[in-house]
């Protein structure tokens, strides 16, 4: 469905991306795990069309779509949601919700009008607070907004940056386990960036390892599981609390 191959991409003078080679196949959720600064975002980005490729190509539902304008590829179904949740903190969640949707909504206003009334039935939450204004929602109630305006774009992938950031355990693992639900009802991949590697390994199909810009480790998230790099680096035991360092 959607494929970068060879990747290479440059944010200003420094590569950032050296070569990356990933796919996500129709229905499917497949992870991006990796440390601070590894270029998970722009390879979002670039998989979006906001960073254009140095090198490599996209592919998307059977085309090349390298160097197309990230405006054309949300009508086509490629759709970003970016780090730190960015909703319009001065309109309300309605409108919010409803801007996903700007690029057709005009034109089908009673699927609009549907999609938005099932949006508001898979987060009961969106639905009490419809008329308030989205910077007044807490953490995770922006980001259920911010995914569900992705999925009023209609989308055949979403590219979900970072879903986790600065959200409690809890409301992590109440989120993330509605996305296989979300895939399945509005059929749509996922791409799910995230440094939550327990989280994201529970709900995803496959993953890839980044680090400084390459993948080093792919495959099914059962056999990364047992892989000896993402048990030490990403998975491995955490001290109890009050032994930690940065506990102290
Ligand atoms: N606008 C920019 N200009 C120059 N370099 C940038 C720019 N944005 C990001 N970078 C650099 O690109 C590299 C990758 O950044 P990126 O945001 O893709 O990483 P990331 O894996 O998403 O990290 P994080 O987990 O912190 O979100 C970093 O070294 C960063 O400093
Ligand atoms: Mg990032």
Redesign the pocket.
């Known amino acids: 469905m959607l494929a970068a191959i060879d990747l290479r991409v440059y944010?200003?003078p420094?590569p950032?991306l050296h070569g990356v080679t990933l796919q996500v196949d129709e229905g499917e959720i497949v992870a991006v795990v990796?440390p601070?600064?590894?270029?998970?975002?722009?390879l979002l980005g670039a998989l979006a069309g906001c960073f254009p490729p140095a090198a490599g190509r996209v592919m998307f539902a059977g085309e090349d779509v390298t160097g197309t304008a990230p405006e054309t590829l949300v009508r086509r179904g490629l759709v970003l949601v970016p780090?730190r949740r960015q909703v319009f903190p001065g309109l309300t969640v309605r409108d919010n919700l409803l801007l996903g949707a700007y690029h057709w909504y005009r034109r089908n206003k009673g699927e609009a009008a549907a999609l938005l009334d099932a949006v508001l039935a898979d987060f009961p939450r969106l639905r009490e607070r419809i008329g308030q204004l989205a910077g007044s929602l807490s953490g995770g109630e922006q980001q259920m907004l911010a995914i569900g305006r992705g999925i009023m774009a209609r989308p055949r992938v979403l590219l979900l940056d970072?879903p986790s950031l600065g959200l409690a355990p809890k409301v992590v693992t109440d989120l993330f386990s509605r996305f296989r639900q979300l895939c399945t009802r509005y059929g749509t991949a996922m791409i799910l960036v995230e440094?939550n590697v327990r989280a994201a390994f529970r709900v995803a199909d496959r993953a890839y390892v980044l680090e400084r810009g390459r993948v080093v480790r792919e495959g099914p998230v059962e056999a990364l599981r047992e892989d000896p790099h993402v048990v030490g680096a990403y998975l491995g035991k955490r001290l109890p609390a009050a032994l930690r360092a940065d506990a102290r």
């Open positions: 944010r200003g420094a950032v990796g601070n600064g590894a270029g998970k975002s722009t780090e970072e440094q």
